[in-house]
């Protein structure tokens, strides 16, 4: 039987990253994509606790010799709806392997907290699906997202034959530079964001505000991290675990507070 | 100076549990809560990057010689937005403590991922204030959780005395059962959820779905997970570390791919 790769975003069905990543990896299997109706950037592992959620067909195109098919949905929901829509309701087959992307933006350090597209990955886990996110610093609308290609093929290449460790996911961060200096393994870096919002007049008397700012991270000269891999050219992989334990705390706290 | 207590919650700033959650820790300072206008279970990390947000304000309480002061101010945002508004454009001064819940409802094991009253304390966490976050086995809207003061009162009182370590904070879920049976020091368990989506038929054609199932624990019987501590009437203290990087991976990842 061949693989069956399934795919999300948080950037929306129709965005260029989600399209090209299917293209990409339709020689490994057949594609199956249910991804948000429009933009959900900083979805996170959101769900749709308070409003129901609606699916709707967008496409099948046949497989080839040389490709697998390729099956579109549009979900009204988060990235996180999608991806559990996808595995209880929509997929033909469990799948064998679960990709968040291509994400129009990096997803590096603490940001992976917020991102949707790291949701689908982590939700892929949580399914005990190999699970990779792919996010790039190529963030027009209409970026071309080939000069990736190479290092996207080597890391699903390597997921589909050896698989990964359960309750472990990739966050995949590639910088918007050629050529790329090669893979390296990275810790997820630190920091913190400021001027996060910016202010606007209602016209009908009042303030209201829009998400923005910058990222500070800190821990900028830590070549272990993330962010200090792709600052300098790397296509930076971050092995993410599902367990948040802080165990070298635990005996700490049981004599503070049991 | 007196202390100064930041609280928002997932369940929004009219919710009895954190109405109930200010009064149990307006003995230890200032309280000062930034919430969301309604209910927001699910919302995880995420933030509102496709609309804006606005605030309201809902009253001020003055301290007295044996309490702090009250300030309550709702935001439309998700519980995160809440707290990233507090911190750059609402609260008077930088906070010595936040405070997510009290959830009507418990946020265990990965469940932590996907709870908004956890990202209150992930979002303090990230902001480098010791934070916590308490959600209840008690649900129903009109809930009384003074069977729980004594256990937040003293995790309040330890935190707020000998603080966090950086980057950890602590996820608490409170059975409803009585007497507890003391604090334990947990882990995160993992699992996943199950027949994840109701269906029901749209008046106009088609079908549309409301996010429900329920959650299968993977180490039910693992005593150190806070789902065990949690059905066995404990207090489940569970820190948590924004640090997700899978470490004992890294280097068989490298071998592999780089």
Known sequence: MDKLIFISNDDGYDAEGIKQL????????????????????????????????????????????T?????????????????KMAFEKLLPRRPDLVLGGINHGENCA?????????????????????????????TAEDADF??????????????????LPLEVCLNVNIPDVMPLKGIKICKMGLGDWHEEWQERD??????????????APHDK?????????????????????????AYEVMKDLELRVC
């Open 221 to 245: 000269d830590d070549e272990e991290s993330d962010t200090w891999a792709y600052e300098h050219g790397y296509v930076a992989v971050t092995p993410l675990q599902l367990d948040m334990t």
């Open 22 to 65: 299917a293209e990409m990896v339709r020689s490994y299997g057949d594609v199956f994509i249910v991804a948000p109706d429009g933009g959900r950037s900083g979805a996170s592992m959101s769900i749709s606790s308070h409003t129901p959620v609606q699916n709707t067909f967008i496409k099948y195109e046949e497989g080839t010799e």
């Open 110 to 138: 603490v940001n992976a907290h917020y991102s949707g597209t790291m949701s689908v990955a982590l939700e892929g886990c949580i399914k005990h699906v190999p699970s990779i996110a792919f996010s790039s610093g190529r």
């Open 146 to 163: 080939s000069y990736m290609r190479e290092y996207v093929e080597r890391i699903v290449e390597m997921v589909l034959k050896d698989g």
């Open 67 to 83: 490709k697998g098919s390729l099956t579109v949905w549009a979900c009204t929901g988060t990235p996180n709806d999608c991806t």
């Open 202 to 215: 209602h016209p009908r008397g009042g303030k209201y505000y829009w998400i923005a700012g910058y990222y």
